[in-house]
């Protein structure tokens, strides 16, 4: 272990914390203003908790095996670090974390916490990640899991790749970039979404949204886009999509041919083909329109 304090003008130095290992519990509860470098954080149950309720530190370089780990903490960055499949329910009710470069392989991760960046990162098969989050950007990151970003606020998203069953739900303020999404269900019950530049692949994307705008997007989903409200798509194509749209408020633009639409409840679609519109006797009375592009109109938009 090395530390510096007070350099020769009198001014406090960063104290570094190095090259070592330790398997205590909560081996560095409640440390401020340090930085962590070259650690091994291991233990036997019942250990838990390294780091938790810390201010102002900067992990680097570390392996932690430890669950419950990283609580209630604020500004802390942590880069260049992995956190085992035994390191569980980790980094829950922080404030003002970044997380760069590192290389995540558990569950129930990154819960409950605010101003949250992840930068250069892989989160590997975390069930339950990011749930109730509040102010997330996550740039150039592959994230996969079950249900990430349940429940969050003001998330944004820019050349990332997200794979997850039912991703981003019942979540607001969401903006997505230069990214892949897989996700069966992804978006469900979520508002004020908007996407560009993106391929969406699922099931049922985006049912019962709210104020959801899709912009030079590619949609390969089964039935995408049912009892949406306030729904836009700007310059998008669609593969695979079957009775889409139903008792959906749209306003399409959508390039190329859409294989069916079904009973759309206000606004218009445009499309250069469609194989079939249904529209059914019974239920609500659908007004929307669906207009085919003409010929002379594809060749302008297409150049």
Known sequence: M??????????????????????????????KNLHFKNITIDG?????GAFNESRNITVEDTYIILPYCVWYCHNITLSKTTLDANSRSSIWFCQNIEIVNCKFNSVKLCRNCSNLILKDCIINNSDDFGWKADGVKIINCKISGVTPFLDSLNVTVDGSE??????????????????TIVSRDLFWNSKNIYCKNCKLVGVFLAWYTENCVFENCHIDSDMPLCYCKKLKLINCTMSTCVLGFEYSDVDADIKGHVDSIRNVLSGKIVVDSIGKYVHDEFGQECKGIIEIRSKEEEQEKNK
């Open 2 to 31: 090395s530390t510096n304090s007070i350099n020769n003008d009198g001014k406090k130095e960063e104290v570094i914390i190095q090259n070592i290992r330790t398997e205590q519990n909560r081996p560095f509860y409640f440390s």
């Open 44 to 48: 036997i149950p019942p250990a838990e």
């Open 162 to 179: 997200l794979n997850g069953k039912y991703m981003l739900q019942y979540s607001d303020n969401i903006k997505i970039f230069n990214t």
